[in-house]
Structure formats: C-alpha cells, structure tokens
C-alpha cells in the first residue's frame, strides 16, 4: 500500500468515528414517553415488578389506591398469572404539555407471544385493559403520577 491510500484510510476511519461518537439528538418527551411505557410493558412480561414500580412517582394514584397497593396487586397478579407470556399494547397516544403529559393505550395479556396483534388468536388473549394515565417531568426524568384503567 502506498501513503496515499494508507491516508484515505485513515481518513474514513476518523469520519467514521466521528460520526459514530458524535452526541445524538436528545430524545423528545414523547419519545421519552413512549420508551418509559415500553419499559414497563417489557417489565410486566418478564415479571420485574421494580422495573414498573421506578417508573411511578411516590404520590402515585391509581384508581384511588395508592402506589404501595398498586405494587403489591401488580405484584400478586403478575406471579400469580403463570398463563401471561406476552402483553401487547396494539395503540398508543401520548400529549404532551411539558413538565405534564397523559397517555392513553389498549393493553392485552395474552397466553402465548404473536409476531404481532393482528396473528394473535382470540382464545389466547388472558384479559384486555384501556389504560389513561397522566406523568409529569422532574429532575430530568418522566413519572406516572396517576393512572385509570378499564377491562375490556
């Protein structure tokens, strides 16, 4: 190899590490958002209630029960339910008004995890559940701060 192509290598190289560490565009709120759902959605999947119970603030109201009693059912309920290998969130909508956001989603626990909703049998589906929940923003990070569901 002659210096000049050692030079243009060395050079693609350099541009190439340039691109490769150079800081990434912050994530928007909503994608905040939505990753903090996803999170939560993974967690309950593999039964990792400290996941879920990070992400609500120490305030948390869920239908009038407190984020202790939301734990200790999530938790009773998520061990106890063998069947649920899979739950799937098909919608998603988020609003954002920073420092304060809602979502609202369609959750379904299902028996058995389908490449996506559209292949998952009926007879698989566990319960389905509309959830509305409001966050809201401090230090940095997104919390629930309250949430309301209702069974399909």
């Given at each position: 190899?002659?210096?000049?192509?050692?030079?243009?290598?060395?050079?693609?190289?350099?541009?190439?590490?340039?691109?490769?560490?150079?800081?990434?565009?912050?994530?928007?709120?909503?994608?905040?958002?939505?990753?903090?759902?996803?999170?939560?959605?993974?967690?309950?999947?593999?039964?990792?209630?400290?996941?879920?119970?990070?992400?609500?603030?120490?305030?948390?109201?869920?239908?009038?029960?407190?984020?202790?009693?939301?734990?200790?059912?999530?938790?009773f309920q998520?061990?106890?339910?063998?069947?649920?290998?899979?739950?799937?969130n098909p919608?998603?909508?988020?609003?954002?008004?920073?420092?304060?956001?809602?979502?609202?989603?369609?959750?379904?626990?299902?028996?058995?995890?389908?490449?996506?909703?559209?292949?998952?049998?009926?007879?698989?589906?566990?319960?389905?559940?509309?959830?509305?929940?409001?966050?809201?923003?401090?230090?940095?990070?997104?919390?629930?701060?309250?949430?309301?569901?209702?069974?399909?």
């Amino acid at each position: 190899m002659n210096r000049r192509t050692v030079g243009i290598a060395l050079a693609l190289l350099a541009g190439g590490a340039v691109l490769f560490f150079w800081p990434k565009k912050p994530a928007t709120d909503e994608d905040q958002i939505r990753a903090l759902f996803a999170q939560c959605v993974k967690a309950a999947e593999e039964r990792k209630l400290a996941v879920i119970s990070d992400a609500m603030a120490p305030e948390f109201k869920a239908m009038g029960a407190s984020k202790d009693e939301v734990r200790q059912l999530l938790g009773f309920q998520l061990l106890r339910d063998k069947e649920t290998v899979a739950v799937l969130n098909p919608s998603l909508d988020v609003t954002v008004d920073a420092p304060k956001a809602s979502l609202s989603s369609e959750l379904v626990f299902a028996r058995s995890k389908p490449a996506s909703g559209v292949e998952l049998a009926p007879q698989s589906v566990v319960a389905a559940y509309h959830l509305d929940a409001k966050l809201e923003k401090r230090d940095g990070l997104w919390l629930f701060v309250s949430a309301e569901y209702k069974q399909h």
